[in-house]
């Protein structure tokens, strides 16, 4: 390395943070929840200065997992890293189900098989990360199970104690996970929003940090590392992506992620159709995609038996349905029965036992198809976020 390529190698780590409501910059070096307007706040980095060594190319030897994305990350110090394994997941290819449904090319990017059974694994690794960087000393967060796993197993391997609250209906084998991994676990008769309040008291009397679903700006960013990976396994970006979403995290991850691709010289304008598929009986954004709205109303009585998709309200809902908007893509509800006859043909077609969640994806292409915005000739990828052992015993309640 000369000179002069010594002087512009970039530090590692992000540059500033912006608030996605108004657009204000704010420095990165400090523990931060939402922005001063009740905002997520997203990180940006120096892609220019990392545009000439950070290439697909210069990735594709690194380490099989998500910090191989490190300059696009926020963590500054590698003593920093906390790693379990996480992401680097397998995309893979489903001819019998694209035949069951009848479209060209169908592959599974399976999350499963991250180390506490689900995608929550990318957000939680960095999101501990960055506050393990920068001096937090206690994390909590309110949880529809899987989040808490993640939170429970990177705060462990960080050395730092854990609060967790969840619903009591939360699925057996993810509540013992938790309590195996050392966390603090509180059992609420509520929803996740109800959780969310013990989490808010316990910030203000005790000084814990709020790992929520961007409430804080890292999860977003481990998370994003779908859409990196997406792209290297798959040498393009494919012409419909299909999300279960709950807060969202993974699509506006995602959606983030190409356009940073897209300014690093990666891939051009193109994007994929991003649909978001919700559950009967909890799909706000599904709601306020077909009224055209920016924002999305809380909706009431949430239920199904899909944990990951009891969200009744997301603090990032416009980001979600912009990059709906943005992509040509769409939404639509499934109920939990089509979910569960999905998770068992999928099991069946391919060898992954799929979450209820990753069930809802297969089942949404079809109505997708009927709407006219997934076409036989398209190349489609759903997500199965997590690992069917997670729900052992969960019943669909709708069937
Ligand atoms: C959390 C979760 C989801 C929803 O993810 P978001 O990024 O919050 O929308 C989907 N599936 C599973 C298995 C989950 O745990």
């Known amino acids: 390395m000369d000179r002069s390529e010594a002087l512009r190698e970039p530090l590692r780590g992000a540059s500033h943070l912006e608030c996605t409501g108004t657009g204000t910059i704010i420095d990165c070096e400090q523990l931060i929840g939402l922005s001063s307007t009740g905002k997520p706040l997203f990180a940006r980095y120096d892609l220019e200065a990392i545009r000439a060594a950070f290439t697909p190319h210069a990735v ?23 790693s379990l394994g996480e992401g680097w997941t397998p995309l893979t290819e ?38 393990l960087e920068l001096g937090a000393r206690e994390l909590a967060l309110p949880s529809a199970g899987n989040a808490g796993s993640a939170a429970a197993a990177y705060g462990a391997a960080a050395g730092l104690p854990v609060h967790v609250v969840v619903p009591s209906d939360t699925p057996a084998p993810i509540l013992e996970e938790i309590a195996a991994l050392g966390a603090d676990l509180q059992l609420l008769d509520g929803l996740i929003s109800d ?23 890292y999860r977003v960013e481990g998370k994003k590392t779908m859409g990196y990976e997406l792209f290297e396994q798959l040498g393009h970006l494919p012409d419909a992506i299909v999300y279960p979403t709950g807060g969202g995290t993974g699509l506006i991850g995602m959606w983030k992620a190409f356009d940073e691709m897209e300014r690093l010289g990666w891939i051009g304008s193109e994007r994929p159709k991003m649909f978001t598929v919700q559950a009967a009986g909890c799909a706000p954004m599904v709601r306020a995609w077909e009224y055209g709205a920016q924002h999305a109303d809380v ?17 990032g809902d416009f980001l979600i349905l912009r990059a709906l908007r943005e992509s040509g893509g769409g939404a639509v509800a499934v109920s939990d029965r089509a979910m569960a006859e999905w998770v068992a ?55």
Not at 60 to 82: C, K, T
């Open 94 to 131: 489903a001819p019998r189900t694209a035949a069951r449904l009848g479209v060209r090319r169908l592959l599974i990017k399976n999350e499963g098989i991250n180390p506490t059974g689900s995608f929550k694994d990318r957000g939680l690794c960095l999101a501990v990360s960055r506050a």
């Open 195 to 217: 959780c969310g309040k013990v989490v808010r008291r316990g910030v203000e009397e005790h000084g814990w940090f709020d790992l929520s679903t961007l409430k804080e700006p």
């Open 299 to 315: 909706w009431d009585g949430a239920a199904t038996y899909a944990s990951g998709l009891r969200v009744p309200g997301a603090v």
């Open 345 to 399: 043909r999928l099991g069946a077609d391919t060898g992954i036992f799929a979450a209820p969640e990753g069930g809802a994806t297969a089942a949404a292409v079809q109505p997708l198809m009927g709407m006219g915005l997934i076409h036989e000739e398209d190349e489609v990828v759903l997500f199965n976020t997590g690992s069917g052992l997670k729900y052992a015993g969960m019943k669909p309640l709708d069937g």
């Open 60 to 82: 594709s030897s690194r380490r099989s997992d998500l910090w191989r994305y490190e300059e696009v990350l926020p963590v500054r110090n590698r003593e920093a890293q906390v």
